[in-house]
């Protein structure tokens, strides 16, 4: 069966510092992956998303950066957090695009 | 363009009532929909899913969905709801005409004594 871990699962940090917040998928090859954010009373925000190694597709224009460097490993960064990227994190993934997202647990990120 | 709204941001049930959660899409080839569950600072669930087959769509828990087309609609129902369903739940639709599924800004469900 496929997994999907997220790590760390809560942050705090200050204005300005970088961001590395890590998404690997466990029991598939060559899925799609995605980056959504949450913030608070607010629906999803889709960051980021790939269709392979590589390969990344910015949907919003923002402070942060996406990269996968591996097939089943996507990371979201940043060179120095604003505090409007406090917020919740999902990572995802999929077999193709428009099929059913599976999500990580999130990570909460709250910038000081 | 593909989108979908959630009427209501704040629905609130008695237990063992009806619970009934909208969903309006608009799209102008057929659509793929989804309902997602979630709960307090955990990740998304998938409920289920209407791909072009039954429009009546049994899900996890008991819910379960009906696609109408004429309404362009497919709203979230349960008979008797439990304490446990107390969450957050998301529409969401792909046309294909976007490379993504674009999500409704969601309904917070409170379930009440």
């Not at chain 1, 960051?47 to 942060?64: A, D, T």
């Not at chain 1, 406090?86 to 995802?92: I, N, Q, T």
Request: glycine share 8%.
């Amino acid at each position: 069966s496929q997994t999907i871990h997220q790590w760390p699962a809560t942050l705090v940090q200050p204005v300005g510092s970088p961001l590395s917040l890590e998404c690997t998928v466990e029991g598939t090859s060559n899925p799609n992956l995605y980056w959504y954010r949450q913030a608070a009373g607010r629906g999803l925000q889709l960051l980021f998303y790939s269709v392979g190694i590589g390969q990344i597709s910015s949907e919003v224009p923002q402070n942060l950066s996406a990269s996968r460097p591996q097939d089943r490993q996507f990371i979201l960064s940043s060179k120095k957090l604003l505090l409007s990227d406090s917020g919740f994190y999902l990572c995802a993934w999929s077999r193709g695009l428009g099929e059913t997202q599976y999500f990580g647990p999130g990570t909460r990120l709250l910038v000081l | 363009a593909q989108s979908v709204t959630q009427l209501g941001s704040h629905v609130s049930v008695s237990e063992g009532a009806l619970v009934l959660l909208r969903c309006n899409y608009s799209s102008s080839v057929p659509p793929y929909l989804f309902w997602y569950v979630q709960y307090p600072n955990q990740g998304l669930q998938l409920l289920l899913k209407y791909t072009s087959a039954a429009t009546l769509v049994k899900g996890i828990n008991g819910f379960e969905a009906e696609f109408k087309k004429s309404e362009t609609s497919f709203h979230l129902t349960k008979p008797s709801a439990h304490m446990s369903d107390a969450a957050e739940y998301f529409c969401a639709v792909y046309t294909g005409t976007a490379s993504k599924l674009t999500f409704g800004t969601g309904t917070r469900l409170q379930v009440t004594l």
